[in-house]
């Protein structure tokens, strides 16, 4: 009978426990701004990547987030245009103002050219730099 209850109280918490907003609180003009960055790129990395965005925006509402997705490294393939199963998730996810970033220097050393990739992906010089800096300017940072 314990274990019962024990197991019916955590069922509860589980199921009725709630994420508690740190002050303040996201709003249309306070976003929670949150970079992510992506360096492998196994099919498991980049559909990972991509759902853990689409839950935040689901969790918060795409109103009250600012969100850019940096591919660096191997990573840079989630932005490939021939990589037609990842390219209609980063589609959807642009309609939401997400922002994907490839970093041109991994660009330079791949050769892969700005026509290779998803059209709207955002080039900067340095990948790595351009974490540095979101994370610098107050932008969280979340490596899942």
Known sequence: MRNFILILLSFCIIAFGDTEFADPKPSFH???????SVTE???????HILSVANNVLKFYGPEKVQMKIIAYSKGLKLLYKSNKTITARVDALMQYDVEFVACGNTMRTLKVKKEDLIEGSIIVTAGVVELLESVK???????P
């Open 30 to 36: 306070n976003p929670r701004q949150i970079v992510f």
């Open 41 to 47: 790129d196994s099919p498991h990395a980049l559909n």
């Open 137 to 143: 300017s107050g932008w969280t940072y979340i490596k």
